[in-house]
């Protein structure tokens, strides 16, 4: 038996954590861009040339006789190259974005043409990771893995597309005598190279934009757009339409797309910058209803998230303490009292409005300006992606275009192509279907129960649920705790949750920039080059 | 800076849960953090045995809970709130009192049952314990029990079944307790429902000895009642406040006149730990050779320290230890760090926690599911007239709404009956009603106790929600795989309801009598669960939980690597600047030995879980017919298939080979459940068909299969087995859908409408390809009741007239001849069944008529007899 009372042990699992999604929905948004518009392309492929690079390093790798048969082999020359990499790219452009490594690698701008540079560092994250371009590398179609004990040779191997790279970057590095003689020290065993080597070889090996007339230029082009492979596998061609897509808008807008945000726009809308309708190739069709889907996704998304971002600044403001939940609760009532948002939209009664009423209007609206819903759903998530604003603004908007959007899907679900993307997460992502269905449980309801029963549902249990499901890792956001809630990750950064999910459309726009198809200097321009493409591949999909 | 933060001995709290191997729990706490005590606490506590487990708390934190991810409140726990009388009385014991056969303990401390509690604040907690013998903490025990008794008197609003069990524990530590000398010897547990906590301790510890009184509290009164009056209490004795450092929690103008006595020190750290905040509750009272040492929930507060629950303060529980010299605080307060502080510059600014308090014009007081609806009992003081009601009851993301009409009873109680669907309740996720007085008038919400699922014992849950958890990992598709985990599931269910055994309840391992109630009758809705009546089905049920855990766990680490290794896919990098700081994984380089190791424990764990399985469904068909194990055995074809299919998809998504044996083994449990070939002698009857002519069974078999969902999935189910069966098993097929036919009165190859289809459907898309919907329509209109081969032999040989033939006797497996008396050989009875021609004894001579005599034959016969006839 004790002998008296004891202190309790601390016994803290809670940790410092660098998750980004608290209620785990970016998930539907990024699964519809990667298997169904851009497959292959991430928010981090932005620069074309470490395709033909990679291939390269593992083709000079077997041509060299390296085939011990061991993986570290291989990883030491992808190691020793990528360092030329990276001081030849930072040599000719010390301020490039993207480039892999950077914070760690090797600048030989300043020093002497003699000096020893160790090029075996490994202490530098490789750009041959699945974050990066790995995985990427292998979706597009340039080479394979073999794991150890399922081949001979384990490591990467080339695909025949991806040895035709291999060489046209190698004739590129080879093109002069200096070049082949700085090789033969970059290739050898030596720990470290000389400075002037890797200078001589700056220009033939670094990340930078290709001229038409350079032969890798149309290697590149066609592992992105598959104008003339294989035309039954489905992901090179879904990327395929998807550039054609992006270009085609870039055309007949004519100079006035100029980021990511002005794309988005052209989807919600149907409309381009300039007002006019965009002509959607018939070939197309059904990749833009794709878009336009992931579009209302990201609707329903940033309502939900702007409800939490409400949640965090409270408890931001309690931190380290709980706040109790029915003070939490309490602010979105007074929030939801005081918005104007939903006075324009439902009329000065909404506080005793239910469910249904409310939906019932929003209905009527849709069914007499179907073409607009796009625009009052792009401004109601603009106005939640601004972080200024006040807190009744954000949950009365949060409010509406979550019913917009629900409403919407009652009315069309069954005419709408590519419906079944609503349905992908079900309960676990918090799909359109399920809010919708919820909608429709709850249409007795006032709008007030109704935002409070979103708050604890899709706010509070989502961000539990989520974080449970990641256990044993520590992955809470906020956690129930005494009387209430508490913030456990103090710095979330706003713009990590309150942002679309990576559409990758900047970085298809960087590739096509960098295989010189589009001039991106004064709004996103179709060169002479992007042109002959755009009309190559209108015939190539029958658009 | 005071305090040398030397080595101090600490306690675990969840160690201590943990090390003690509960099988029944009752936790009180001020509030609680749901999904951390679901996590971390609960599993814990149902790990063996019944694993009964009910936690009370303040009514206003029940109130916030709705808004919590809450998975097994009133299913794997009962959850219900203390109500006090007056809005700021506090229900703020925080006791965890841990109940096996023969033992208890109890730990009082003053860590909530939330995270921070019980991980990270400084908190206070000691623990006592009791064993049968009369061994342990008799006084303290004595003390708790009547605590138990008097709270269930306070509150006449607990749930009856709350009520009942802290009576039941109650008797029990009484029971212990009874067995020894109790003296005032030991520890004492002060609680403050009858008399506050000061009054007590000024009875026990002499005041005009006490020269040093050291507190520990991380919270005061506005007006610091309750310094004042311990102060005023014990007026020789110098006065140390411990406080943490948490500005505004105390006024220190207020404390002037103290000023000689008083010395305040602010917390800084213990255990190395500067982030702790101090939430531990301490009195130590010292005179000059001895001290008394109160640590538990109160603070020093006027709502704490001066008030009874009768008379408007908390509910508090401290315990208090009496030692001979100072060791204990000495050593207990030298091992943390304290800083001296002015009381001038210490000021009274609380945060604005405005307790909400739910309306007390209507109180739900219990809500339990019976019968599918659910029982809803509440309390009003509204105007004694009829009302409208509005009901909304959820569960997962499903919602019903009704309204109905009520009047209150004299005394103000209402009892509102809410209908809801099979498919509501059949999930595995808790149940919450809201009712509302229509019109905007008050609401109240409670959970939902769902009696027969807090009847499982510890070895079903974990079947149970393993083979949730499997399914949904090996299914892609979310409905082929509740299709499979319902039918596992309803099996165990089931299998829980064969086993209720009503009057039996275990309280510390002894069966307790129907408690003395305190005043009010006692509903007979709680459910028991035997721990003796299982026999060997309770051993090869938790045979089957253990390969099913483990093989659910494997199956989760093999699965999840396979999710996350898809690089045809590649994803977008979420943090890219983290990936570029941290240089880890370079070229992937999966181990695949390490993979073909797992698949081939993965195999291993599958041919340990089938077996464990197929005993279960073995033990369970040796049961007795009886209206009970009814439904148990009407689930087992769907939980048989179900299986297989879980089995086969395993299998398919590790490439491992099809395993046919499994096949072949379950074909045998089919016929077992549905045969009808029992006409003939040396074959039995499935046990449906015995069930089916068995007067105690009819009417239970009858109910359930009125429920036509229950009947198309049994038709789909059996469908599926028939068709895996092979083509082969052609009479095997004819001889089960006989028994489907017997026993549900629907002929299968007429019957397959809508409904049936739509459960062909779902068990086809579960099975993954391996049978369609075609295939099992076909199987089921192949059967013709006119062809069944049992029924034309027994038909060809019941009209012989019996002197030139010999009649087969089957007694305990042994055929003998009626007329030689003689054992047949041992291939008789294959021949009898499948002979065309004639079988004769080879010791009379005379052919031998091969079918069995009996009710239960004629019957059978006379029912095929019927129906065909109207076929024809």
Not at chain 2, 47 to 67: D, N, P, W
Not at chain 2, 256 to 262: D, I
Not at chain 2, 361 to 374: E, N, S
Not at chain 2, 676 to 694: H, P, Q, Y
């Amino acid at each position: 038996m004790n002998r008296g009372p004891e202190w309790t042990r601390f016994a803290s699992d809670e940790t410092n954590h660098r998750g980004l999604d608290p209620l785990g929905l970016a998930a539907v948004g990024s699964n519809i861009v990667q298997t169904r518009l851009l497959p292959g392309i991430t928010n981090t492929t932005v620069h074309v040339r470490y395709y033909s690079f990679f291939c390269w390093v593992f083709w000079s790798f077997w041509q060299n006789g390296r085939n011990s048969g061991r993986i570290s082999e291989q990883r030491r020359w992808l190691t020793r190259l990528e360092n030329i990499l990276r001081s030849a790219t930072l040599f000719r452009e010390p301020t490039l974005r993207g480039l892999v490594g950077v914070n760690k690698a090797i600048r030989i701008n300043n020093l002497p043409g003699n000096s020893q540079i160790q090029i075996d560092t490994s202490n530098i994250i490789s750009a041959f990771t699945p974050a990066f371009y790995s995985a990427s590398f292998r979706a597009v179609g340039c080479g394979r893995w073999v794991a150890s004990g399922q081949g001979p040779k384990p490591g990467a191997h080339l695909s025949p597309f991806g040895e035709q790279l291999a060489k046209a970057f190698d004739s590129a590095v080879r093109a002069s005598v200096v070049t082949r003689r700085a090789l033969i020290s970059i290739f050898s065993e030596k720990a470290t190279v000389p400075a002037k080597d890797i200078r001589v070889v700056a220009d033939a090996v670094r990340l930078r934009p290709l001229s038409p007339d350079e032969r890798e230029h149309g290697l590149l082009l066609e592992l992105l757009l598959r104008l003339r492979s294989d035309r039954t596998n489905l992901n090179w061609q879904t990327r395929s339409r998807s550039f054609a897509l992006l270009l085609e808008i870039a055309e007949q807008a004519k100079g006035r797309i100029t980021d990511s945000g002005d794309i988005h726009k052209v989807f919600a809308t149907s409309r381009l910058p300039n007002k006019k309708t965009f002509l959607i190739p018939l070939g197309l069709q059904l990749d833009f209803q794709t878009w336009k889907r992931y579009q209302e996704r990201q609707y329903t998304k940033l309502s939900i998230y702007s409800l939490w971002h409400e949640i965090v600044q409270m408890l931001n403001y309690r931190s380290p303490k709980t706040a109790p939940t029915h003070q939490l609760l309490a602010h979105f009532q007074v929030a939801f009292q005081r918005s104007d948002t939903l006075r324009k939209w439902f009329g000065t009664g909404y506080g005793n409005m239910t469910v249904g009423n409310c939906q019932d209007l929003l209905l009527r609206r849709i069914r007499k300006q179907p073409e607009e819903f796009g625009s009052w759903a792009l401004t109601l998530a603009e106005t939640l992606l601004d972080l200024r604003r006040s807190s009744p603004e954000r949950v009365g908007t949060s409010l509406v275009l979550l019913m917009l959007v629900c409403s919407y899907w009652s009315d069309a679900k069954n005419g709408l192509e590519q419906s079944q993307l609503h349905r992908q997460g079900g309960r676990t992502r918090l799909s359109l279907e399920v809010l919708a269905a919820d909608v429709e449980q709850m249409r007795s309801e006032t709008l007030g129960s109704y935002l409070q029963w979103t708050v604890e549902n899709y706010v509070f249990k989502q961000a539990t649920k989520v974080a449970l499901g990641k256990l044993p890792d520590y992955r809470y956001f906020i956690v129930r705790d005494d009387n209430g809630y508490r913030l456990v990750k103090p710095d979330q950064r706003p713009s990590s949750y309150l942002s679309y999910d990576p559409s990758r459309i900047e970085s298809a726009f960087a590739l096509m920039s960098e295989l010189n198809l589009i001039d991106p200097t004064n709004g996103h321009r179709l060169t002479r080059t992007g042109r002959n493409v755009l009309r190559a591949l209108r015939a190539h999909h029958q658009m | 800076v005071r305090g040398t933060q030397r080595a101090v001995v600490v306690i675990d709290l969840i160690e201590r849960i943990e090390s003690f191997k509960a099988e029944q729990s009752l936790l009180m706490s001020y509030c609680v953090g749901l999904p951390f005590f679901e996590q971390d606490i609960l599993p814990v506590l149902q790990k063996i045995g019944e694993g009964r487990v009910t936690v009370l708390l303040s009514e206003s934190e029940y109130e916030s809970s709705f808004a919590d991810f809450v998975k097994s409140a009133g299913i794997r726990y009962r959850f219900h709130p203390v109500r006090l009388s007056r809005p700021n009385q506090k229900f703020h014991p925080k006791l965890y009192l841990l109940v096996k056969p023969g033992e208890a303990r109890l730990l009082i401390a003053s860590a909530n049952l939330t995270p921070s509690g019980f991980r990270s604040n400084l908190e206070i907690a000691d623990e006592i314990g009791i064993s049968e013998g009369a061994d342990g903490d008799l006084q303290a025990f004595s003390q708790v029990a009547q605590l138990l008794r008097s709270l269930v008197v306070l509150d006449r609003r607990l749930p009856t079944a709350v009520a009942r069990e802290l009576m039941e524990i109650a008797k029990t530590l009484d029971h212990w307790v009874g067995k020894g000398l109790v003296s005032d010897v030991g520890p004492r547990l002060l609680h403050s429902i009858d008399e506050a906590l000061l009054v007590q301790l000024l009875r026990i510890i002499p005041p005009a000895g006490i020269r040093e009184i050291v507190a520990v509290s991380p919270f005061f009164d506005e007006h610091c009642k309750g310094i004042l009056q311990i102060a005023a209490a014990y007026p020789k004795a110098r006065i140390r406040l411990i406080k943490d450092k948490e500005p505004g929690a105390l006024e220190g103008s207020l404390l002037s006149k103290l000023k000689a006595r008083l010395f305040i020190d602010e917390f800084i750290a213990a255990d190395n730990e500067n982030e702790r905040r101090l939430h531990a509750k301490v009195l130590v009272f010292r005179d000059l050779q001895r001290e008394w040492v109160a640590s538990g929930s109160a603070n020093l507060t006027r709502a704490g320290m001066l008030g009874s629950a009768k008379t408007g303060g908390n509910i508090e529980v401290v315990i208090l230890r009496e030692y001979t010299n100072h060791d204990i605080s000495e050593l207990l307060l030298n091992g943390i760090r304290t800083q001296r502080v002015n009381a001038k510059t210490l000021s009274w600014n609380p945060a604005t926690n405005v307790e909400r308090m739910p309306s007390k014009r209507l109180t739900i007081i219990d809500a339990h599911l019976k019968d599918a609806q659910i029982n809803i009992v509440m309390q009003t003081t509204l105007p004694h007239g009829e009302l409208l009601y509005r009901v909304v009851a959820e569960c997962a993301d499903q919602r019903c709404e009704v309204s109905i009409s009520a009047k209150p009873d004299s005394g103000g109680s209402i009892l509102l009956q809410v209908p809801v669907k099979r498919s509501f309740i059949q999930t595995e996720d808790p149940l919450s009603v809201t009712v509302q007085v229509q019109g905007n008038g008050p609401i109240a919400r409670s959970w939902v106790a769902v009696p027969f699922a807090l009847a499982f014992t510890a070895a079903q849950r974990g079947v149970q929600s393993s083979a949730r958890q499997m399914c949904r990992r090996v299914f892609e598709d979310g409905d082929a795989a509740s299709v499979v985990a319902d039918a596992i599931a309803n099996f165990l269910g089931e299998l829980a309801n064969l086993t209720e055994q009503p009057g039996t309840a275990v309280v510390g391992g002894r069966s307790a009598d129907r408690p003395e109630e305190p005043d009010r009758p006692i509903s007979a809705n709680d459910f028991i669960v035997s721990t003796e009546e299982l026999g060997n089905l309770r051993e090869t049920t938790a045979r089957t939980a253990q390969a099913f855990y483990g093989l659910a766990a494997l199956l989760e680490k093999i699965l999840m690597v396979a999710d996350t290794d898809d690089e045809d896919m590649p994803a977008d990098s979420i943090d890219v600047e983290a990936v570029e700081e941290k240089p880890g994984r370079q070229l992937e380089d999966r181990n695949e030995q390490s993979r073909k190791r797992d698949r081939v424990k993965v195999e291993d764990q599958l041919s340990q879980l089938t077996e464990a399985f197929r005993l279960t469904v073995r033990e369970a068909l040796n049961k007795e017919v009886s209206p009970a194990a009814v439904p148990f055995v009407l689930n087992l074809p769907d939980a048989v298939i179900s299986f297989l299919l879980l089995h086969a998809r395993i299998r398919q998504l590790l490439n491992l080979e099809p395993d046919r044996r499994l096949t072949y083994a379950f074909r045998d449990i089919l016929q077992d459940v549905l045969s009808i070939d029992g006409v003939l002698v040396g074959t039995s009857f499935g046990w449906l068909v015995r069930a089916k002519c068995s007067d105690r069974c009819q009417t239970t078999l009858q109910e359930l299969l009125n429920d036509r969902g229950r009947m198309s999935r049994l038709f789909a189910f059996i469908a599926a087995g028939l068709v895996m069966a092979g083509p082969k098993s052609s009479d095997l097929a004819q001889a089960v859908l006989g028994g489907l036919h017997f026993v549900t009165g629907e002929m299968p190859a007429s019957q397959i409408d809508e409904e049936i289809r739509t459960q062909l459907g779902r068990v086809a898309a579960a099975s993954g390809g391996w049978i369609s919907v075609a295939e099992m329509e076909k199987v089921l209109q192949a059967y013709a009741p006119g062809q069944l081969s049992a029924l034309s032999l027994a038909k060809r040989w019941s009209a012989k007239p019996a002197d030139s033939f010999c009649r087969a006797i089957e007694r305990n497996s042994i055929v003998s001849c009626s007329r030689s008396h003689m054992t047949f050989p041992a291939n008789t009875s294959v021949m009898l069944k499948s002979a065309n021609g004639d079988v004769r004894c080879p010791f009379c001579r005379r052919v031998i008529l091969p079918v069995k005599t009996g009710s239960i034959v004629s019957g059978v016969l006379n029912w095929f007899d019927f129906v065909l006839a109207g076929t024809q």
